[in-house]
């Protein structure tokens, strides 16, 4: 299972982004479905997750200008991303818990990151 996001880039204070990542090979089946991010010198956070049913989760620090949505049929995950701030400048990696067949377990998988920076 590979996934690849997209949609990273510079942006000015208030601005917006969207990223985009999509999951390829021998999937049977997505749960959960998220997005992540590792600033320099810090530890790799969550930013957004969506479970299989639609639920969603988000911590406080972006709650009310994120917002992350999925696609089933294109084994595909978003996140919308606006007011952006400086703070928010960071490499994002999409990730996904997948099974290659309905007799095998979930495994997490990573994107590559995509870079977000935001310009003050």
């Known amino acids: 299972v590979q996934l690849q996001a997209s949609g990273g880039g510079l942006v000015q204070a208030g601005g917006s982004l969207r990223l985009s990542c999509a999951a390829s090979?021998?999937?049977?089946?997505?749960?959960?479905m998220g997005w992540y991010r590792q600033a320099p010198g810090k530890q790799r956070e969550l930013v957004a997750l969506?479970?299989?049913?639609?639920?969603?989760n988000y911590p406080d620090s972006v709650k009310g200008r994120f917002t992350i949505s999925r696609d089933n049929a294109k084994n595909a995950v978003y996140l919308q991303m606006n007011s952006l701030k400086p703070e928010d400048t960071a490499v994002y990696y999409c990730?996904?818990?997948?099974?290659?067949?309905?007799?095998?377990?979930?495994?997490?998988?990573w994107g590559q990151g995509t870079l977000v920076t935001v310009s003050s």
């Open positions: 090979g021998s999937i049977f089946s997505i749960n959960d």
């Open positions: 990730n996904a818990g997948a099974a290659t067949s309905r007799w095998s377990s979930y495994r997490n998988y």
């Open positions: 969506i479970t299989s049913g639609g639920s969603l």
